[in-house]
């Protein structure tokens, strides 16, 4: 059976190599949005094979971290892109995946960063959305638009700035997002105590992060669990902030998400 398997995608990489399609992050396109308000947002986009826009698919909103920030449309596809666009992963769970680019001078969330050690993070109950972030939803709206998204099958996914990214995200739009899948990030518990959006979550983090508190994470989990909402999390002992290499390994890590429809 495995012999059968490997054979089986043996073909069809040498397929899709011939037809252009690289199979990592360089598969993604290159384009930039603009917003309502005139904001200019770098993303990179992945369509599935054979894709056809009389169709709708599955959307993954792919959301990176503060050290993938800038302005050349590349770094944010660093960590993830690889995984998104493999050839494995696009045929069991073909889907649009979008992957927008924060500028370097801003955040996707507001929130206070420490200003020096023994200093924590602290996540407002009630900040206005920011500009970037605000972009990442009228670029979602956009594609929604067009008639080619599964509006029951969007899923978020973000690391570090990009997990925060996530559960802001979800908080705002809590009917939106079938699944959330936030990797060391981060959100303030008094909103997420008021949860009662349909989102299902799967929480990673790693044990001795020295960037991002487990403790957000962690305390997340257990008061998105007493909000009755959908939620499992996952902790790696001994692993430091770059969690997402284990989340990103996790056998079930894209198959969890598309188990979930609104």
Same mark, same amino acid.
Not at 16 to 40: H, I, M, P
Not at 43 to 50: Q, V
Not at 73 to 80: E, M, R, T, Y
Not at 220 to 226: D, V
């Given at each position: ?71 050349d449309n590349k770094a944010?596809? =660093?960590? $993830? %892109?690889?995984? @998104? ?9 073909? *889907?649009?995946? /979008? ?83 936030? =990797?060391? $990030? %981060?959100?303030? @518990? ?5 949860y009662k959006g349909k989102? *299902?979550?799967? /929480? ?59």
């Amino acid at each position: 059976m495995k012999l059968r398997k490997g054979i089986f995608f043996l073909f069809l990489s040498l397929f899709l190599s011939a037809t252009g399609y690289a199979g990592d992050k360089d598969s993604f396109l290159k384009k930039q949005f603009t917003s309502r308000n005139g904001y200019a947002l770098n993303y990179r986009i992945l369509y599935p094979e054979n894709y056809s826009p009389d169709r709708q698919y599955p959307v993954i909103l792919f959301l990176h971290g503060a050290g993938e920030r800038g302005s050349d449309n590349k770094a944010q596809l =660093i960590h $993830g %892109g690889d995984m @998104l666009a493999s050839f494995e992963n696009q045929t069991q769970y073909p *889907a649009i995946i /979008i992957a927008p680019q924060c500028p370097s001078d801003t955040w996707w969330v507001n929130y206070t960063r420490p200003s020096k050690d023994g200093e924590k993070r602290y996540f407002p109950p009630s900040a206005p959305i920011t500009a970037s972030l605000n972009a990442v939803i009228e670029l979602l709206d956009s594609y929604i638009d067009k008639g080619i998204v599964d509006t029951r099958r969007i899923y978020v996914t973000g690391l570090s700035m990009g997990g925060i990214g996530t559960f802001d995200l979800v908080c705002r739009y809590p009917n939106t997002f079938a699944a959330a899948t936030p =990797i060391c $990030g %981060g959100a303030n @518990l008094e909103r997420l105590a008021k949860y009662k959006g349909k989102t *299902a979550f799967s /929480i990673y983090h790693g044990g001795s992060d020295s960037v991002v508190d487990v403790q957000f994470s962690r305390d997340a989990y257990e008061t998105l669990k007493k909000a009755g909402a959908d939620v499992r999390y996952k902790e790696y002992p001994g692993v430091d902030h770059n969690s997402w290499d284990k989340a990103f390994a996790e056998p079930d890590y894209l198959s969890w998400m598309f188990q979930h429809s609104l």
